[in-house]
């Protein structure tokens, strides 16, 4: 097939989802493009089967704000008709599926019908489109979708709670390559971050409010005064600067790294023993769901689609939103015995597997085939 793919090409957790996808499609012999402002974060070009087309935007005078949507549109249709692409899957609801909706009414009149598929990430659907500024076109777009999938049985139930929704929507979970997310033998890191053998907790975001970043440091400065404990804090963002400020008032700056965004994310990974993600709402977890695979716990919120995903007492714990002093209990209760500590990194890397690449991906295919050959019969 040759599949467009358009996604935004940063750190976010759709960005990577789409890019990875992308990259494993080119991999399975597919012709993949990549249509966006910017070459994504992880995209390179060890495959033949790998393009990417950036949108150009026009920096005329008349426009407070770029016109994205419309230098999209524009562009997908150009690479539609000259690449003469089987399926459009676009990332992320605003903008892209509206983009999409016009670029296909577009293709039309050129006698072109392409079929798009819409994947619902979280904050498209939670935040950005819960604003009534927008709901009108979120809820027009997806319906106007040829197929639709959420990340997580929770994205969908939310979807379908808060806008009328007519199309299917087809829950397929994020996914982990385990060739790239294991634990990797890097023990002169782990000694130069932990000199006396102390346990390592990580937290990696990209630092927004809804990801509380302030509870990991309130989290830690509790398991540290019990366990003797280093914290790396991987990532960057606005609440930076506040969780710098939040170390220095507990005291616990000599024991928190702050190491700004990482590509090698899997190399720190492997040192660490816990896992922390207390965030207000997560779609899916894909942080997390890398933790697991690198053998590495998790002490995450009740969010989301967190609960499909981490399983209480087994890969970690579960906490309500906000609930510090649950996390730092259950954080002491995994750290203080090596054996349970063991344990529960045997059982985060086996709940791992079964979101391993290889058996997402033809979920994916078939998918994609299936919504060719309905829109080829409408066509």
């Known amino acids: ?12 957790g759709s960005g990577v989802v789409a890019t990875e996808l992308g990259k494993a499609l080119a991999d399975n012999g597919h012709q993949v493009h990549f249509v966006t402002y910017n070459q994504p974060a992880r995209l390179d070009f060890f495959s033949e089967n790998l393009f990417y087309h950036e949108v150009a935007i026009s920096k005329y005078p008349l426009f407070d704000y770029p016109p994205y949507e419309l230098a999209l549109a524009s ?12 399926i459009l899957h676009v990332h992320y609801a605003i903008p892209h599926a509206s983009a999409a909706f016009m670029a296909k009414q577009i293709l039309a009149t050129y006698g072109i019908h392409i079929p798009v598929v819409t994947t619902l990430h979280g904050t498209d659907i939670t935040l950005v489109g819960k604003d009534r500024t927008y709901k009108p076109v979120v809820t027009f777009s997806i319906n106007q979708s040829d197929g639709v ?23 397929i979970p994020n996914f982990i390559d385990l060739q790239r997310f294991s634990m990797k033998a890097k023990d002169h890191f782990k000694k130069a971050i932990a000199p006396a053998g102390e346990k390592i907790l990580i937290h990696t975001s990209n630092f927004r409010k809804v990801k509380r970043t302030q509870d990991v440091i309130k ?21 930076r600067s506040e969780c710098e400020q939040l170390c220095r008032d507990l005291g616990v700056c000599d024991n928190v790294r702050f190491l700004g965004k990482q590509e090698a994310i899997e190399e720190i990974l492997s040192v660490a023993d816990l896992f922390m993600i207390p965030s207000q709402s997560e779609s899916f977890g894909l942080a997390a769901l890398e933790a697991m695979a690198c053998k590495v716990p998790v002490i995450s919120s009740n969010a989301g689609g967190l609960p499909e995903l981490n399983i209480d007492g087994e890969t970690g714990f579960l906490c309500d939103i906000g609930d510090v002093k649950a996390m730092a209990q259950k954080a002491i209760y995994i750290l203080e015995d090596d054996a349970r500590l063991n344990q529960f990194k045997e059982n985060a890397l086996a709940r791992a597997k079964k979101f391993e690449l290889s058996l997402i991906l033809p979920v994916y295919e078939d998918y994609y085939r299936e919504v060719i050959a309905k829109a080829s019969a409408l066509a």
Request: hydrophobic fraction near 45%.
């Open 219 to 239: 989290v830690f400065s509790k398991v540290n005064k019990v366990i003797p404990s280093k914290l790396l804090m991987v990532g960057d963002g606005g609440e």
């Open 75 to 86: 562009k997908l249709v150009d690479v539609v008709r000259f690449e003469n692409l089987d």
């Open 149 to 171: 999938t959420a990340v997580s049985q929770n994205l969908k139930d939310e979807t379908l709670e808060f806008f009328e929704i007519e199309k299917e929507i087809r829950v």
């Open 1 to 12: 097939m040759k599949i467009g793919i358009v996604c935004y090409p940063t750190f976010g």
